[in-house]
T-cell receptor
Framework: DTGVSQDPRHKITKRGQNVTFRCDPI?????LYWYRQTLGQGPEFLTY????????KSRLLSDRFSAERPKGSFSTLEIQRTEQGDSAMYLC?????????????FGPGTRLTVL | SQQGEEDPQALSIQEGENATMNCSYK?????LQWYRQNSGRGLVHLIL?????REKHSGRLRVTLDTSKKSSSLLITASRAADTASYFC???????FGQGTILTVHP
């Protein structure tokens, strides 16, 4: 399977704990994106990388959130001191940017539940 | 704030009928994409239309783009029960999604 993969698929944690999610993009893709989706809403952009450089962060990404893509391949998203409001589906996507053509391929998501 | 806004929010049709969903956006774009999401799953890319294109086809899908009205439409012809899903439009590089249209196709 050469699609985008995410791990874990589900995470249940207690409020105040730290969690880390991993995303493995399609291997030749240079861009990697993180989105958050709550029930009944469309995905909301969080941040994206081109290779290892983090190019943009949404205002939704508070200082409790940090994302890395250390070698320009896989990426991690860490949430520190989780809050109940962090409960959501966290989606990762990757793309091979060519000019303005930017078809993004999404992973299955990590569903986070904060108790 | 969300860039794309889909209309209607929900659509219920019979198998074999056509389904049309609309999307409006606020700012100038380079391209617009439509995605499908089955319940609780990741998004699947359906089609991309560039800002200099007016219409595009892919199988049973037809997408139109009117940049003067900042709107797009997705037509699914001869719908099937398997088309039941949420449909989202999204614009440009850091995709900005609307709330989606929930399509239900009854067999």
């Amino acid at each position: 399977d050469t699609g985008v993969s995410q791990d874990p698929r589900h995470k249940i944690t207690k409020r105040g704990q730290n969690v880390t999610f991993r995303c493995d993009p399609i291997s030749e893709h240079n861009r990697l994106y993180w989105y958050r989706q709550t029930l009944g809403q469309g995905p909301e952009f969080l941040t994206y990388f081109q290779n290892e450089a983090q190019l943009e962060k949404s205002r939704l990404l508070s200082d409790r959130f940090s994302a890395e893509r250390p070698k320009g391949s896989f990426s991690t998203l860490e949430i520190q001191r989780t809050e109940q409001g962090d409960s959501a589906m966290y989606l990762c996507a990757s793309s091979l940017l060519r000019g303005t053509y930017n078809e993004q391929f999404f992973g299955p998501g990590t569903r986070l539940t904060v108790l | 704030s969300q860039q794309g806004e889909e209309d209607p929010q929900a659509l219920s049709i019979q198998e074999g009928e056509n389904a049309t969903m609309n999307c409006s956006y606020k700012t100038s774009i380079n391209n617009l994409q439509w995605y499908r999401q089955n319940s609780g799953r990741g998004l699947v890319h359906l089609i991309l239309i560039r800002s200099n294109e007016r219409e595009k086809h892919s199988g049973r899908l037809r997408v139109t783009l009117d940049t003067s009205k900042k709107s797009s439409s997705l037509l699914i012809t001869a719908s099937r029960a398997a088309d039941t899903a949420s449909y989202f439009c999204a614009t440009d590089i850091k995709l900005t999604f609307g709330q989606g249209t929930i399509l239900t196709v009854h067999p």
